[in-house]
């Protein structure tokens, strides 16, 4: 974004005069506006009305007493380009358009709504085909329909790809008060990583939510997002559509394994952002982040009345991640010897109801829970809604014993009902007035605790944000080759993946080479037009003589004559047998058109697709990275060493995926795939047995070196 485009944003987002342009819709959206406080000038352009909405309304831009500096537009679609040709000559700031019919229609959709871009030049342009902004900060709304949100001094941003969920937002009742609501529309000239890098400075914002479907530019949310978290500012996310890539012009496992929806999940994990999968989950969230703030881990000291809502929420939270370590023996006396003797001391903690309403002596008890170094509480309490207010005092008088313990322990609190519905408002506002966190439903409001808890542990762990920033991706050549098994291999050793000892002979020299390397060996037919050599019958293992290399090689020979009679019979590679492994793992990169740099860990050999146990990660990616998605992989059970056997050499085999992911980004420019299944993680070191590697043709992108 150029910075006259950024100060005409600045402009629509701080409007001291709103011009509405159209008809009844443009009036619906002055009367939002009227309705909302909004306290600058505000007119209509319209030719046949003389008002709009109590509005002056002149009958063209041209009239306008001064350049407007934002739009509502809600005009048919045929005289949108000239419309917004005509604010561009007045110096408009930026333009809401609400009016459709442009890409969501198609090519011809596509072409008009280029020529509406260009028309735009550098104003700030939203939409078309949005429902447009709800600005609380300013009461300004470039809105047409009924909301139900309230003036406020700083808030969440909402930024939704949706148009009508946005007006659901403003009419939760949640206690959640939005500073601003953006519908993206179709993006024509602002998308959602536009609005996330602006609002990210505005200082009214504490929070941003996301509904997306779709990201235009990758790396730029990257960038907006790692900045968002150097602020301070957490970005939530509720991703839409997850249904996988459809069929990959690939010749290796990776793009199976690797759907667009968990390439979605990786970059939300790299770069600190909350996924969430429902929208009730999200205005939890913003309200836990926004509210009560970031645990520093998951850590949680868990607060009940109840035995049964302990059971509850330890049940709940566990496959959240969160953990409820018990009290130590020192906190255990002094907790053991505040509570009636009917209770016992343990995490999650019931309190019992001889306690319920008693500020003084549950403080007591909640301050010597917290001094254990919990990363943040939760307590569970259902209100009784509606009821009178002598009916509430125990309910408030919990609540005011846990406010003062968080408040003491400086760590961040919540107060949870197992059903939504159970917290009244009243009793939500002054929980948040005290800086506790008022969330609805058990299970949302665990996982918004844990989603706030992984983001304090992603931000803990991030020691140099600028080292997460992802490259630019390079755009596929026409022509790709696939390299010999050969030619990979020795690409891979020379920086630093272990192969097997090997050497690239015709078939009546195998059985020396063999005798030279010592035997056990294997044998393999070299060509590249057999990527998977399995299938053909080109590879024999386990030859321990001269006359089983010479009998593998004219089997070969006959199966692969059979399977393919176009491949050449020439080049063997002849290596020396691997050991047996602790386990086999799939090392897969890619170059994906929007992502860049994918990397997939998984299970390797034969069982990589039926066991689909696999772990992606972007490139560039931290050493610390790559151990943490190792950890998630089941096949990490026997690279620890399971019931007895010997454990991998953990070591080694993050250096060899480093190195692999180095390689990777070294050779970027030219790098289509590289598919190593299995590399073999042994006792002592790892091997690189299988490598597939897809290459660009030398002359491609050399514009991105």
């Known amino acids: 974004m150029n910075d006259k485009r950024r100060a005409n944003l600045e402009r629509l987002f701080a409007p001291k005069s709103i011009a509405f342009i159209g008809g009844s819709s443009a009036a619906s959206a002055v009367e939002q506006c009227v309705r909302g406080g909004f306290d600058g000038e505000m007119w209509g352009v319209n030719p046949r009305r003389t008002e709009l909405a109590g509005q002056p309304c002149f009958a063209s831009v041209a009239e306008l007493p001064e350049p407007p500096d934002a739009v509502f537009l809600a005009v048919p679609s045929e005289f949108a380009v000239q419309t917004v040709s005509d604010l561009r000559e007045r110096d408009c700031g930026g333009i809401v358009s609400f009016t459709a019919g442009f890409g969501e229609l198609g090519e011809e959709g596509h072409r008009l709504e280029k020529q509406l871009m260009v028309a735009a030049g550098d104003m700030a342009f939203v939409g078309p085909n949005c429902s447009g902004i709800l600005n609380y900060v300013r009461d300004a709304a470039l ?111 990776t793009g199976s394994l690797s759907g667009t929806d968990t390439l979605y999940q990786a970059l939300f994990d790299r770069v600190g952002v909350i996924r969430v999968d429902s929208t009730v989950q999200m205005m939890e969230t913003l309200k836990m982040v926004t509210v009560a703030g970031i645990p520093a881990g998951n850590r949680i000291a868990a607060l009940t009345c109840s035995g049964g809502d302990s059971t509850m929420l330890a049940d709940a939270g566990e496959p959240l991640g969160l953990t409820f370590p018990q009290p130590t023996e020192t906190a255990a006396q002094v907790i053991s010897a505040l509570l009636p003797p009917i209770a016992t001391v343990a995490n999650p903690l019931d309190y019992t109801t001889p306690l319920w309403g008693f500020e003084e002596p549950l403080t007591k008890v909640f301050t010597a829970m917290f001094g254990d170094h919990y990363d943040a509480a939760v307590m569970v309490q259902d209100y009784p809604v509606p009821a009178s207010p002598e009916t509430y005092a125990p309910y408030d008088a919990d609540a005011r014993a846990f406010m003062t313990a968080t408040r003491d322990a400086g760590i961040p609190g919540v107060v949870c009902s197992i059903l939504p519905e159970d917290i009244d408002g009243k009793t939500r506002r002054t929980l948040m007035d005290g800086h506790v966190a008022p969330l609805q439903g058990i299970n949302d409001a665990l996982n918004a605790v844990a ?157 990589v697709e039926l066991v689909r146990d696999s772990a992606t990660l972007l490139l560039p990616a931290s050493r610390a990275d790559i151990e943490a998605a190792l950890a998630t992989l089941r096949v990490s059970t026997l690279l620890n060493g399971f019931r007895g056997q010997a454990a991998a050499d953990r070591e080694a085999l993050i250096d060899a995926i480093e190195a692999m992911a180095q390689y990777a980004v070294d050779n970027r420019v030219t790098l289509v795939e590289l598919d190593v299944n299995p590399l073999m993680a042994l006792e002592n070191g790892v091997v690189a047995v299988d490598v597939l590697l897809r290459v660009m043709s030398p002359d491609a992108n050399r514009s991105h070196q």
Not at 178 to 202: P, T
Not at 565 to 578: C, G, H, N, Y
Request: hydrophobic share 45%; charged share 20%; proline share 5%.
């Open 451 to 607: 989603g706030a808890a992984r983001l304090g542990v992603r931000r803990a762990a991030i020691v140099d944000p600028g080292a997460l920033a992802l490259l630019e991706p390079v755009p596929a050549g026409e022509a790709t080759s696939v390299l010999s098994e050969w030619e990979g291999k020795q690409s891979l050793k020379a920086s630093g993946v272990p192969v097997p000892d090997g050497r690239l002979v015709g078939g009546v020299d195998a059985a020396a080479a063999a005798t030279e390397i010592g035997f056990p060996v294997v044998v393999k037919l070299v060509s590249e037009k057999l990527p998977h050599k399995t299938e053909a019958g080109a590879v024999k293992v386990n030859l321990r003589d001269e006359q089983a290399v010479e009998n593998a090689i004219a089997a070969i020979t006959e199966s692969v004559t059979r399977y393919d009679p176009s491949v050449a019979i020439r080049d063997f590679l002849v290596e020396k047998m691997a050991s047996a492994p602790v386990a086999e793992l799939l090392i897969g990169i890619r170059q994906d058109a929007t992502f860049g740099l994918v990397m997939v860990l998984g299970s390797g050999g034969v069982l």
């Open 143 to 253: 809105w047409p329909f009924y909301h139900t949100g309230r003036s406020v001094e700083k808030g969440p941003a909402f930024i939704t790809q949706s148009g009508m969920l946005g007006n659901t937002a403003t009419m939760n009742d949640r206690s959640l008060d939005f500073a601003y609501i953006i519908s993206a529309g179709n993006q024509g000239m602002l998308g959602v990583e536009d609005f996330l890098d602006y609002l990210i400075d505005d200082p009214c914002v504490t929070a941003i939510g996301l509904y997306i479907e779709g990201l235009r530019d990758v790396k730029r949310f990257a960038d907006a997002a790692l900045r968002a978290m150097t602020a301070g500012i957490p970005i939530i996310a509720q991703k839409a559509g997850t249904s996988e890539i459809g069929a990959q012009l690939t010749v290796s496992h």
